[in-house]
């Protein structure tokens, strides 16, 4: 359910009336807003930003992903039960892991086909638009967007082009950490064998404190996207959550295998997206993420459709 600020609830048409008429121009309310911030500050109409762009998808590319993403539901789960004995339960167990690990291997086939089809559409707008490389800040790999340095001409120019969806703002990343859970009922997972063993989880700190501190013995083998980033009492707790393995005080998956994605700079969503999709080719089958923007300024008329793109692979 959406809400408006006053409290009253929006009905599916009144969405749909707010997303087209904020969206007429394809470029984002709080992306202008930067581009006039950013002129008062400068004193200059040629003010650049960093700028996502998100292409649409020609018909054609949309069939190829539906094709290469069906899912096959024929798959044998093993099951375990309490009224089993030991030897069968250790059995199913081996039998439900040599599982897990051909579909994990089916699985990151499974990405590199859908990141070839992306790129493709990404590098065909690049060659459509004819962009500059000095204008290229990022290229997607698991989505059909691209991240550009431009100007509000430059925006305006691109947001035109039929190949364009929308464009978004470059928002600051905030920490964010409201609700771990406490009541998982995690034990009962445990018993049937559920620890996390043989999945791989990243958390996705966003904020320049965003390693764990793995010299802790209870986030031992923790893979860290960049070393040099600085230590985080935020990044270190959530992957204590995930991962801690005190035999008292463990984590909810304290089986798997925990990815740290940071980095020595991350202000802005351009800074923490390398980092997710580096854990995306690890394998990582889940990203827990803590950063978001400031909705302090958001008001009525503005609702942050980009998430509408999330794409789970």
Request: glycine residues 6%.
């Amino acid at each position: 359910m959406h809400f408006s600020t006053s409290g009253e609830r929006l009905s599916e048409s009144q969405r749909k009336t707010m997303r087209q008429s904020a969206y007429a121009d394809r470029v984002h309310p709080r992306l202008r807003r930067q581009f006039t911030d950013l002129a008062l500050k400068q004193r200059s109409g040629g003010a650049t930003t960093n700028v996502t762009v998100w292409i649409s998808m020609p018909e054609s590319a949309v069939q190829e992903l539906e094709q290469v993403a069906a899912v096959d539901d024929s798959s044998y789960a093993p099951e375990i039960t309490d009224d089993m004995q030991e030897p069968a339960q250790l059995a199913q167990l081996a039998a439900r892991d040599a599982q897990l690990e051909t579909e994990n291997t089916k699985l990151m086939q499974l990405r590199a086909e859908v990141s070839g089809k992306f790129s493709a559409v990404v590098e065909s707008f690049v060659r459509e638009i004819e962009l500059r490389p000095e204008q290229i800040v990022y290229r997607y790999r698991y989505a059909p967007a691209i991240v550009l340095r431009l100007t509000l001409e430059e925006a305006e120019q691109i947001a035109r082009s039929p190949l364009v969806n929308y464009l978004f703002g470059d928002e600051e990343t905030k920490e964010e950490l409201d609700i771990i859970a406490p009541a998982s009922k995690a034990y009962t997972m445990w018993s049937y064998g559920y620890t996390g063993a043989g999945t791989k989880i990243a958390h996705v700190e966003g904020s320049v404190f965003g390693r764990m501190a793995t010299e802790n013995p209870y986030l031992a083998g923790t893979v860290v996207y960049d070393p040099a980033a600085k230590v985080g009492a935020h990044a270190t707790a959530c992957g204590g959550i995930i991962r801690n393995t005190h035999s008292l005080n463990k984590g909810i998956a304290y089986g798997c295998t925990l990815y740290n994605v940071n980095s020595v700079k991350i202000d802005t969503y351009t800074d923490v997206n390398p980092g997710i999709e580096w854990a995306l080719d690890q394998g990582v089958t889940i990203l827990n993420g803590s950063y978001s923007y400031d909705w302090s300024t958001n008001n009525n008329s503005e609702i942050c459709w980009s998430e509408i793109y999330i794409m789970t692979i």
